[in-house]
């Protein structure tokens, strides 16, 4: 039941090197949002998206940002990679925006050395 | 200033007892409270929510109560099975202060034993 799906999966990257995560979902749906999951800190919200190149910002958005095109993709660019952002990365959609659930993707293991 | 807190980071339970996950936030304004669960190496999947104009929400095994004036949540789970065993997070989400979000909670760890 894909619907949403994150590349790449897993990515390996230097310090100083820009990198891109993509986020792809085949519902339609209006609103997408990239989260970051690290330990004692649960899911943080980067940058959100409310339709075709309508996007804000996130309680964590220094250092990212995002790109909507299409409705189908929204993606996460970090413009110079830094060991602190070293974390998983999760996507999410929704269809209302408003209490009801996301759907997230599988997530991107990020790792800056 | 975290507005959504767990504070049990684990919560170990036996098989066919009931699991009682708690959520404390700080903004008046939220408008919707979630639970979601997460498997190793999978995305959150959303699990119940509740409005904040209601007190309670059953949906099988799982039942979320929402006390508006102390600011909790609490997610019960009856009987808890060994399936249920993986991380909880609260969410709460409403348009208060500019925007939409949903602020998740830290998570809470389940061991469920058999």
């Known amino acids: 039941d894909a619907g949403i799906t994150q590349s790449p999966r897993h990515k390996v990257t230097e310090t100083g090197t820009p990198v891109t995560l993509r986020c792809h979902q085949t519902?339609?749906?209006?609103?997408m949002y990239w989260y970051r999951q690290d330990p004692g800190h649960g899911l943080r919200l980067i940058h959100y998206?409310?339709?075709?190149?309508?996007?804000d910002k996130g309680e964590v958005s220094d250092g990212y940002s995002v790109s909507r095109s299409k409705t189908e993709d929204f993606l996460l660019t970090l413009e110079s990679a830094t060991s602190s952002q070293t974390s998983v990365y999760f996507c999410?959609?929704?269809?209302?925006?408003?209490?009801?659930?996301?759907?997230f993707g599988s997530g991107t293991r990020l790792t800056v050395v | 200033d975290q507005q959504v807190k767990q504070n049990s980071p684990s919560l170990s339970v036996q098989e066919g007892r009931i699991s009682i996950l708690n959520c404390d936030y700080t903004n008046s304004m939220f408008d919707y409270f979630l639970w979601y669960k997460k498997y190793p190496a999978e995305g959150p999947t959303f699990l119940i929510s509740i409005s904040s104009i209601k007190d309670k929400n059953e949906d099988g095994r799982f039942t979320v109560f929402l006390n508006k004036s102390a600011k909790h949540l609490s997610l019960h789970i009856v009987p808890s099975q060994p399936g249920d065993s993986a991380v909880y997070f609260c969410a709460a989400s409403g348009t208060g202060g500019g925007g939409f979000k949903t602020i998740f909670g830290a998570g809470t760890r389940l061991f469920v034993k058999a």
């Open positions: 998206s409310y339709g075709v190149k309508d996007t």
């Open positions: 999410a959609i929704s269809d209302t925006g408003s209490g009801g659930g996301y759907t």
């Open positions: 519902e339609n749906h209006r609103y």
